[in-house]
């Protein structure tokens, strides 16, 4: 049966379970073989990574064509205005096209969020304010580059939703298994539109939550 982990990636640690320049990797949170990242999280970028021990069920939750909702929360430079919310919905001009609507929405700084090691770099005379952003395709660096076009630069990234899944109870470095209700379930024939149910309930195999 196919298998699912959550991990809430900290702030500079690749996507990946091996550096030969050894750097932090996935490997230093998770020792389950087999497994691996269902789409990608920039080095540079937190929270919500999926990993999959089945190579279809990663296509389904890694391909755009699945149209599988990511949800980011971003802390931009500057006072976000209605003006650059309203673009980021309509979709923005990137250098590798237009970017699909989308949706987007002013929010308060997360009151549960933990402090970045190291700390973000402020600039004490520009305010900040933050965004949560939710897409429904996967280009390189596509949010930092989308607030970057209404003139917001990103100064923090965290990925909080994948599909059904989010980072509740996860803290940085934490990860537990989780159930796939609600996806397109793999097979060897080509992806049906129904969504057959797993019976599986999810066990949490975390370190001890704070």
Not at 39 to 56: A, C, F, I, K
Not at 69 to 96: F, M, P, S
Not at 138 to 143: D, H, I, L, S
Request: proline share 8%.
């Amino acid at each position: 049966m196919s298998s699912v982990i959550l991990l809430n990636k900290p702030f500079d640690v690749l996507c990946q379970f091996t550096d030969d320049a050894g750097r932090a990797t996935l490997a230093d949170f998770i020792d389950r073989k087999g497994y691996y990242p269902a789409g990608r999280l920039d080095r540079d970028s937190e929270g919500l990574v999926v990993l999959t021990d089945d190579g279809r069920l990663q296509a389904v939750i890694a391909d755009p064509r699945h149209k599988l909702a990511k949800t980011y929360l971003v802390q931009v430079e500057g006072e976000v205005t209605d003006e650059a919310l309203e673009q980021l919905c309509r979709g923005v001009i990137l250098n590798d096209g237009p970017t699909l609507p989308c949706e987007a929405r002013r929010i308060a700084e997360p009151a549960w969020l933990w402090e970045r090691v190291p700390p973000v770099r402020f600039r004490k005379s520009v305010p900040t304010s933050w965004i949560e952003l939710t897409l429904r395709e996967g280009r390189n660096r596509q949010v930092r580059r989308m607030t970057a076009a209404v003139g917001f630069p990103t100064l923090r990234l965290i990925r909080w939703a994948v599909g059904p899944w989010t980072l509740e109870g996860l803290a940085p470095g934490q990860w537990r298994e989780a159930g796939i209700e609600g996806l397109p379930m793999p097979s060897r024939q080509p992806v049906r539109t129904g969504v057959r149910k797993s019976g599986a309930t999810p066990r949490s195999t975390s370190p001890r939550r704070r």
